[in-house]
């Protein structure tokens, strides 16, 4: 059964930092690339970075470039992202998705 298991999320100020991960089981984690997704309230589902199987391979989206960085680690089955320079636009529930599927996610609060 593949699991899925986020944590780090929280209340942050605007300009903070948090540091997500992602505990991963129930497939071999290391052949998969890994995305984080987020949602804020009322808004539809939207990717903001992916990794490769390798980590020799990132995406983010525009609206996160430069502030977030994920990464994994494939020792431990575990993915990662890292929220700098935080905005109250971060605002949202994060989740970890594999295949489609998704855990139950980490809330990620930026308020001031």
């Known amino acids: 059964e593949v699991q899925l298991v986020e944590s780090g999320g929280g209340l942050v100020q605007p300009g903070g930092s948090l540091n997500l991960s992602c505990a991963a089981s129930g497939f071999k984690f290391s052949n998969y690339a890994m995305t984080w997704v987020r949602q804020a309230p009322g808004k539809a589902l939207e990717v903001v970075a992916s990794?490769?199987?390798?980590?020799?391979?990132?995406w983010y989206a525009e609206s996160v470039a430069g502030r977030f960085f994920i990464e994994r680690d494939n020792a431990k089955n575990t993915l990662y992202l890292q929220l700098n320079s935080l905005k109250t636009d971060d605002t949202g529930m994060y989740y970890c998705q594999y295949n489609g599927q998704r855990g139950q996610g980490t809330q990620v609060t930026v308020s001031s």
């Open positions: 990794i490769n199987e390798g980590a020799n391979g990132r």
